[in-house]
Nanobody, 117 residues
Framework: QVQLVESGGGLVQPGGSLRLSCAAS????????MGWYRQAPGKQRELVAV??????TYADSVKGRFTISRDNAQNTVHLQMNSLKPEDTAVYYC????????????WGQGTQVTVSS
């Protein structure tokens, strides 16, 4: 079983930056995706970025501003967030999952990111 712990959230002003980290317990098989999702008040949880063996994928709303990276040796995934906007305000969740259902799906507890002046 994999446990995920997020860190790095906080309050920043528009245009600022934050770096989120997600540390996973245990070993993450190479075939699993590692990603970040977010949920703002009154909105559905949405994919922000995901990294897998074949590359990375970003939501259109964060392209060019956010960068996801993975440290396999440390079982850690990061999300560098630059040029933050108020609409980026949300609880950000780390996720580790296999693309095939039933083969593992793990979520962190979430970390709050607030972008406000």
């Amino acid at each position: 079983q994999v446990q995920l712990v997020e860190s790095g959230g906080g309050l920043v002003q528009p245009g600022g930056s934050l770096r989120l980290s997600c540390a996973a317990s245990g070993k993450i098989p190479s075939g699993y995706y590692m990603g970040w999702y977010r949920q703002a008040p009154g909105k559905q949880r949405e994919l922000v970025a995901v990294i897998r063996s074949g590359g990375t994928t970003y939501a259109d709303s964060v392209k060019g501003r956010f960068t996801i990276s993975r440290d396999n040796a440390q079982n850690t995934v990061h999300l560098q967030m630059n040029s933050l906007k108020p609409e980026d305000t949300a609880v950000y969740y780390c996720r580790v999952n296999h693309p095939l259902s039933g083969l593992g799906d793990y979520w962190g507890q979430g970390t709050q990111v607030t972008v406000s002046s």
